[in-house]
């Protein structure tokens, strides 16, 4: 009888134990889930100090040129009379924007920044460190930092840190400040790039090899696909490279009918004028 008793009360006790484990499981993951909301940018060391060289500082919405239609590094062939090369200059411009993705809060102590879930805010400006890594400053809160302390700006980057030195402005550049004592909440950088209509295009035709003369025709066209310049450009046979208006070309095999060559780089073109 007592054995008896005893595997009943564990047979008892037995389906409580089974039902506690989801429970478990699932306090668990509720841990889990609240210790990866609690996530707090990362604070990394400036790799600035003092006053900050103009070269390194660029206006936050970036305007260039790029060129489409080849990339540095790539091997090209063509036949005497074809294109060996065709690219087209395209205006670009880069728009940075930070979107809150918890709520930040970001301080000196007299300068600060708080900024709610789902806020979304233009930077002022980016900086560049010596390793090419960009950074991109966004201004103090005027409203909650300090009268001495509204001109300071924190550097946020793309990995999601930020620098623990903000900075304020100073004529035509950027001083290194104050230490930031108060990282919490998280945010993503996004680069928009909008494109515009190609400003113009140019080819590279291979025009072969005779009497130890290399021959190439540049052609360049207009926006609207017109062709605006023309020029022949002649180098001695056996050449191991040529630079070219617009490309740079490292050649490997060349001969009366045919090239191979590596673009080594395509330097920008004035679109209008001579080439």
Do not use: W
């Amino acid at each position: 009888m007592r054995k008896s008793t005893i595997q009943h009360q564990a047979a008892k006790f037995l389906p409580l134990q089974l039902m506690a484990t989801p429970a478990l499981v699932g306090a668990t993951l509720a841990l889990c889930s609240m210790a990866a909301s609690a996530a707090n940018v990362i604070l990394t060391n400036s790799p600035f100090s003092g006053m900050l060289a103009t070269a390194s500082i660029q206006p936050a919405t970036h305007r260039g040129i790029n060129v489409e239609g080849a990339t540095v590094g790539i091997n090209r062939t063509a036949t005497a009379g074809d294109n060996l090369l065709e690219v087209h200059y395209i205006p670009t411009t880069q728009l940075p924007s930070v979107l809150i993705t918890q709520d930040l809060s970001l301080s000196t102590g007299d300068a600060t920044l708080n900024l709610k879930t789902g806020d979304k805010v233009i930077p002022g400006a980016r900086i560049r460190d010596v390793s090419g890594k960009t950074y991109f400053l966004v201004k103090t809160d005027p409203q909650t930092s300090s009268f001495l302390k509204k001109d300071r700006y924190f550097a946020l980057a793309e990995d999601g840190s930020v620098l623990n030195r903000t900075f304020s402005t100073l004529s035509d550049t950027y001083l290194t400040r104050e230490e930031v004592t108060v990282a919490k909440g998280s945010f993503t950088l996004n680069l928009a790039k909008k494109t515009d209509a190609p400003l113009c295009g140019l080819s590279v035709v291979y025009l072969g090899q005779s009497e130890g003369t290399l021959k190439f025709k540049l052609i360049r066209s207009d926006a609207n696909g017109a062709v605006n310049a023309e020029l022949v450009r002649s180098f001695a046979a056996g050449v191991k490279a040529v630079a070219l208006p617009g490309a740079q070309l490292g050649i490997s095999k060349a001969d009366a009918k045919a090239i191979r060559a590596r673009v080594d780089g395509l330097p920008l073109i004035n679109c209008n004028g001579e080439l």
